[in-house]
């Protein structure tokens, strides 16, 4: 990947805009954001804050893996889920100090947003698989559901970022409430004594008395419901699923409404925009078809072991996709309306499908254990196309801006890589060598 010479016009011409409308961010957690910061030395690179943040996340996935890496929903130990809360609140820590580390250190710049957003599209997947874990709804297609809402919330914000050139936190956004939501589910199923049996419960029986079971009961029958879909079996964790959907549709209105206005104010079209939601609905469903393979004669994805490397897939894939985006709107380009690994994961769809589509056996899936080593195959390479992209990337930015990418160094007027303060005092003495000259 190589950025063009226009692109680096247009990451000059780049400007960081936020608008934060988060109760708790502004009246909770920033003054304790600001304490944080000051924390660490100023030798810490702001990237490299965000890095270690993720590295808690991954230290989470890591005991996931070892006490149930078939996502089969085995019981974990109340330390393992306790630890969980702590890594993520960790991470959301970092995450929204790294911003204040490069305003300190002078170090702000259209990479830290790349780096910040990287992170971000990484962590989306690993959230949806643990907290689902955490929530008991392990290999099936609740976690499906999971992935997409998320991957759809992340995907609308940065398409209403592209838009409108100002990232925007509502009043429950995903990057604070939900995120302290999640820490929460992970700390109730570490100290309560069901652990994630828990949230298998029907969401009325917490009130207590049984007046909730009843009030239900008498709405169930009074509307005629279902029995599979009554209000008094309604379990928490398919609640919150229903609050989860809610808040992903009412994230995408605000994006929505918040395009429309800066097309208003810059006097251009207003439908126009929506196209770039199709390249997020195209993969989605390409991967869903992929899912319900199993019913069509091919092998079982959902319910089964292979739903956490195929979550992981489509979590590298989706980070590629949006990360993608970001590197458009930091260098004001066209707006990247397909990739290669949508291209792959169409090959994966129908090759699954094949029995149904060409009446023939699949060519790489055509047994559960072919099907495993490719779907684990397909992760290894969805991972190792993001890291050549944000590898290429990350270098050329950073050799373009003068600013290091891990380290608090930049360039000096020869074009050489030294510390800060060398920085400061070469450029300083350059001044003063051209007055005098």
Not at 189 to 216: D, E, R, Y
Request: with cysteine; hydrophobic share 45%; aromatic share 14%.
């Amino acid at each position: 990947m190589r950025i063009t010479r226009a692109q680096f016009d247009g990451l000059d011409k780049y400007k960081y805009s936020g608008i934060d409308k988060s109760v708790l961010s502004r009246h909770v957690l920033t003054p304790y954001w600001n304490l944080l910061v000051k924390a660490f030395p100023r030798w810490l690179a702001p990237n490299a804050i965000t890095f270690i943040g993720l590295c808690f996340v991954f230290s989470n996935v890591a005991t996931l893996l070892y006490y149930d890496i078939d996502y089969t929903g085995t019981a974990l130990p109340p330390w393992v889920y306790m630890t969980w809360s702590f890594g993520l609140f960790a991470y959301q820590s970092m995450d929204a100090i790294d911003g204040k580390q490069a305003r300190r250190l002078g170090m702000g710049s259209a990479l830290g947003e790349m780096f910040d957003h990287g992170c971000d599209a990484i962590n989306t997947t690993l959230e949806v698989i643990l907290a689902c874990h955490a929530l008991g709804l392990t290999n099936s297609w609740w976690a499906v559901a999971s992935q997409t809402a998320s991957l759809l919330n992340f995907y609308s914000s940065t398409w209403e970022e592209y838009h409108t050139g100002t990232l925007y936190l509502s009043a429950f956004s995903g990057p604070v409430e939900g995120i302290i939501l999640i820490v929460c589910i992970y700390a109730i199923t570490a100290f309560h004594p069901m652990g994630s049996a828990f949230w298998a419960q029907p969401l009325v029986s917490l009130i207590p008395g049984g007046v909730g079971v009843k009030v239900a009961e008498v709405i169930d029958s009074t509307i005629g419901l279902p029995s599979a879909y009554t209000l008094s079996t309604l379990p928490i964790n398919v609640a919150f699923m229903v609050f989860g959907a809610f808040g992903t549709c009412a994230n995408m209105v605000n994006s929505y409404y918040n395009v429309i206005a800066a097309r208003h104010r810059d006097k251009k079209p207003i439908l126009s925009p929506l196209l770039g939601l199709l390249p997020f609905g195209v993969h989605t469903l390409i991967l869903v078809a992929w899912l319900h393979s199993s019913i069509r004669g091919g092998v079982e994805l959902v319910h089964d072991a292979r739903l956490l490397p195929f979550l992981l897939y489509w979590g590298m894939a989706a980070a590629y996709q949006v990360s993608q985006l970001i590197l458009a709107h930091v260098t004001k380009s066209p707006f990247p309306y397909w990739n290669g690994m949508m291209v792959y994961s169409l090959f994966g769809a129908v090759d699954a499908n094949a029995q149904w589509l060409f009446d023939r056996e699949p060519m790489v899936q055509s047994s559960p254990t072919a099907a495993t080593v490719f779907i684990w195959m397909s992760f290894m390479i969805a991972l190792f196309n993001y890291i050549r992209f944000a590898r290429e990337v990350i270098w050329q930015i950073c050799d373009y801006t003068g600013i290091a990418c891990f380290t608090v160094r930049k360039k000096d007027p020869q074009g050489q890589w030294v510390e800060d303060e060398d920085t400061a005092r070469a450029l300083k003495a350059s001044i003063v060598h051209k007055k005098n000259n």
